[in-house]
Structures are given as C-alpha cells and as structure tokens.
C-alpha cells in the first residue's frame, strides 16, 4: 500500500526557516507531480507549491522567493525548504503525490501525506 509521509514541522520563530520532507513507498510506481498544501485552523487546504508532470514549478504568491520546493526522484522523495517563516505560516502542511503504476497504464492516482504541524511564533 502506497503511503507519504512528512517529517521537518515544528515550531520555530519568525524569520527562522524549517525544511520538510516527505517519502513516499509501498508499491512500485512513478512520480509524475508533487506538491505541498496547509490547511491553518478555520482555513481551507490551499495550494503552497507544486511541480507539475511537465516540470513546470507554481508557487502561492504569498509564499515566493521564501519557499522552494524540490524532488529527489532517486529516492522518491518531496521536500520545502520554507525561509523566513512568518506566524500567518502557520498551518498543518501535507504533501501529496500523483503516481502512475505499471499495470494501469495511462492513469494517475492521487495520494495524500497525513501532514505535519508547523508553527511560528511572532
């Protein structure tokens, strides 16, 4: 059964940075996009970063030139390396995944990491 999961949340500072990470496994399979989203409490899930299956790279506009977000396909992993954090960056943040597998060719499914808190004090 395929999982992601994160790890890097935390509770840090303004102005202080987190990296997190997310590994996906369980199945063999190939990672045609990726992206991270938060969810701040009251808030709906909203888009942070992604790269998409052409390789193209979107960002929230409130997130640029602070975020970066790569992959490792090697190692089938995610990660966002967040800079100069701000208390509104305060949100649960999931990753998530579309993968293709060998006997469905020509479909993606969707899946979802299970999130990591991070918070930032002001």
């Known amino acids: 059964q395929v999982r992601l999961v994160e790890s890097g949340g935390g509770l840090v500072q303004a102005g202080e940075s987190l990296r997190l990470s997310c590994v996906a496994s369980?199945?063999?399979?190939?990672?045609?996009?990726i992206g991270w989203y938060r969810q701040a409490p009251g808030k709906q899930r909203e888009l942070v970063a992604a790269i998409r299956s052409g390789g193209s790279i979107d960002y929230a506009d409130s997130v640029k030139g602070r975020f970066t977000i790569s992959r490792d396909n090697a190692k089938n992993t995610m990660s966002l390396q967040m800079n100069s954090l701000k208390p509104e960056d305060t949100a649960v943040y999931y990753c998530?995944?579309?993968?293709?597998?060998?006997?469905?060719?020509?479909?993606?499914?969707?899946?979802w990491g299970e999130g990591t808190q991070v918070t930032v004090s002001s």
């Open positions: 998530n995944a579309d993968l293709s597998f060998p006997q469905y060719t020509g479909r993606n499914f969707r899946y």
């Open positions: 369980g199945s063999t399979f190939t990672i045609n996009a």
